[in-house]
């Protein structure tokens, strides 16, 4: 056991981020990684019992994380992302969510062996998902954007609904079960959902107002956001338990549909956030468990409900809810199949089970089992399947990693025909449609809207494109691309022709210090490149064998060759740049762009003879 407060939450942390490291290095998935690692160091080698450890603050932390996350995940819900997809969702958030809470309620009492009134609170609580869960895996996952779309609406959603089930249900026992009842309580109920619902509008009306007038400086607007969801989550938590998630979903949401710049910068920084808060809670509740419970989560009755949960009441609330939606048979299956539980579930679950115990409710302690069988099983079983489901109903973006293009002209046409060739997928963004000419010509794919626009934003699918290539003929524009984008594409994955002023022989200094990796060569810009191409400079792979090394290539090679990119034989892609570390080994394929030797030279000659005639 770990005695020192201080070095157990540095473990907390260190070991989630570990966590989310490995699963990102193996391709597992991460809330599985986590899951382990927690249990490991917790209930199985007795390291750390965060729960005992933290004392009193252990809840109220677990609290505030989830309302942070809660809010994170809703700030991304933009109303433009319902385009056609808002009857399903607002069906499965609904009518789903309610058949769910009914058949979930009656499995809990039949299988699980549950008083009707347990069934009924803990049938309400385990319709939610939840970012916590959901988030990690559409990011492994790479679904397409409609599946994506719908499981990350609904896993924010439900989550506050499921929550507010649980405590409508348990309102309605204690009426039903009073000698004396008395619908105050009730009433009290209803009124406390929507203050906390109208709180957390006016939360988020009043926080976008300040920012849009000027009222809060640009370097306290992130830790004010913050210190907002806490009092918004808060003081409608202490107004009526587990409300508080409505008030922080309901502020996040009214922040995303202002169309506030500022929001939108804070995204990836609030993203980063939740993603450690995931990891260390993640960490925390599964370490706090104890062997007892571990152990009864193999139990006949906890197995046979969990399975039932997972193979029956799931699909059945997504078909019967979906029903007349639009959504194709697959979809409803990928759909009807993913519902991992999570942090909420557990958090909600052990409250739950203390106020029923309290109340006399003795089948209540066996709350805290159920519901990390539930979470365990549905983690590890959707975790490692929905890769797998999604190829085979045709709903991932399967292929090599893509490539967006930014910026049509003659270079950026033959290298995005080059990339095709060895089925890259690829596109190019421009504004021209008189640049985008030459790409329409060629019969690349093509879009037809500013890059930084926010119509793009909502438009283009880029789920596909892991790189991004910023090659038009203004640097700064270039540079202020690669910025923007850096945060979702990763700094190692966007690029920019060099900035390289061959008149002061010299790069400006903060469009080459800003942005992307500079591509290729630093002393070969943009006009280089389209020269070389109306100089008839041609494209050419060459295979690195044990015959012949890289070594060899590279002293062959003139000094007016420029080496584009190389093709690793697992399908991964490599673009040369200035920053390039990676030297090509065998069964390596690189692509350059060189002069024709005096063969290829004829063969041109002769074809724009023939096509003269």
């Known amino acids: 056991m770990v005695n020192s407060l201080l070095f157990e939450i540095m473990l907390v942390f260190f070991l989630g981020i570990g966590s989310q490291w490995v699963a990102w290095r193996y391709r597992m998935p991460a809330i599985v990684v986590m899951a382990v690692t927690g249990l490991l160091i917790g209930p199985i080698f007795g390291f750390i019992n965060p729960e005992e450890d933290f004392g009193g603050l252990y809840h109220p932390i677990i609290s505030v994380a989830v309302a942070i996350i809660l809010f994170e995940g809703s700030l991304n819900l933009s109303f433009k992302e319902l385009r056609g997809l808002g009857k399903p969702i607002f069906r499965i958030s609904t009518v789903g969510a309610f058949i769910a809470w009914i058949l979930g309620s009656l499995t809990a009492h039949y299988i699980a062996g549950l008083s009707w009134a347990v069934a009924f609170v803990i049938g309400g609580l385990f319709i939610v998902t939840g970012p916590t869960v959901i988030m990690p895996l559409l990011r492994q996952s790479k679904l397409k954007p409609r599946p994506a779309k719908i499981l990350k609406w609904e896993g924010i959603i439900v989550d506050p609904i499921g929550a507010l089930l649980a405590v409508f249900a348990f309102e309605i026992i204690a009426y039903l079960t009073a000698n004396d009842p008395d619908g105050s309580t009730l009433l009290m109920f209803f009124a406390a959902s929507l203050f906390a619902a109208i709180f957390g509008w006016l939360c988020g009306k009043g926080i976008g107002w300040m920012f849009e007038t000027g009222y809060i400086p640009e370097f306290l607007k992130s830790p004010a956001v913050f210190t907002v969801v806490i009092l918004c989550f808060t003081i409608a938590d202490e107004v009526m338990h587990e409300t508080g998630l409505l008030s922080v979903t309901a502020m996040g949401i009214t922040l995303a549909n202002m169309g506030i710049s500022s929001v939108a910068d804070m995204r990836h920084f609030k993203e980063n956030i939740s993603i450690l808060l995931i990891s260390a809670i993640f960490i925390m509740l599964t370490a706090s468990l104890q062997v007892e419970t ?216 903060i469009v080459s210090k800003v942005g ?49 990119y190389l093709i690793r034989p697992s399908g991964q892609i490599k673009f040369y740049s200035e920053e390039m570390r990676t030297v090509p080994s065998t069964g390596d394929i690189i692509v350059s762009l060189m002069p024709r030797t005096k063969e290829q030279a004829k063969i041109q000659a002769r074809l724009e003879n023939e096509k003269e005639d």
């Open 516 to 564: 992307g990796r500079i591509l290729f060569k630093k002393e070969v810009n943009l006009e280089d490149l389209i020269n070389k191409i109306n100089q008839g400079y041609v494209f050419r792979q060459t295979t690195i064998t044990d015959q012949y090394s890289y070594k060899q290539y590279r002293e062959e090679a003139d000094d007016e060759t420029v080496f584009l």
């Open 294 to 509: 571990i152990l009864e989560i193999f139990s006949p009755n906890i197995i046979g409900y969990v399975v039932l949960m997972m193979f029956l009441v799931r699909p059945l609330s997504i078909f019967l809810s979906t029903i007349g939606t639009g959504l194709t048979i697959n979809e409803k299956l990928l759909v009807g199949w993913i519902a991992p539980r999570g942090i909420v579930a557990l958090t909600v679950s052990s409250y739950f089970a203390s106020i029923l115990l309290e109340a006399g409710y003795e089948d209540a302690s066996i709350l805290t089992t159920l519901t990390f069988g539930l979470v365990f099983f549905t983690v590890l079983a959707h975790g490692f399947s929905i890769g797998w489901l999604a190829k085979k109903l045709n709903l991932s973006m399967e292929g090599r990693p893509g490539t967006l293009i930014v910026g049509s002209n003659v270079f950026t046409v033959e290298l995005a025909k080059s990339l095709a060739k060895v089925n890259v997928p690829i596109i190019i963004v421009d504004h021209s449609w008189e640049r985008l000419k030459v790409a329409r010509e060629a019969g690349v794919p093509f879009y037809h809207e500013e890059m930084l626009s926010e119509q793009t934003e909502y438009h283009l699918d880029t789920i596909p494109y892991e790189y991004l290539i910023a090659a038009t003929e203004s640097r700064s524009y270039n540079s202020l691309v690669c910025t923007t984008f850096m945060p979702e594409y990763g700094r190692t994955n966007v690029f920019k022709v060099s900035p390289y002023d061959k008149i002061y022989g010299t790069t400006t200094e």
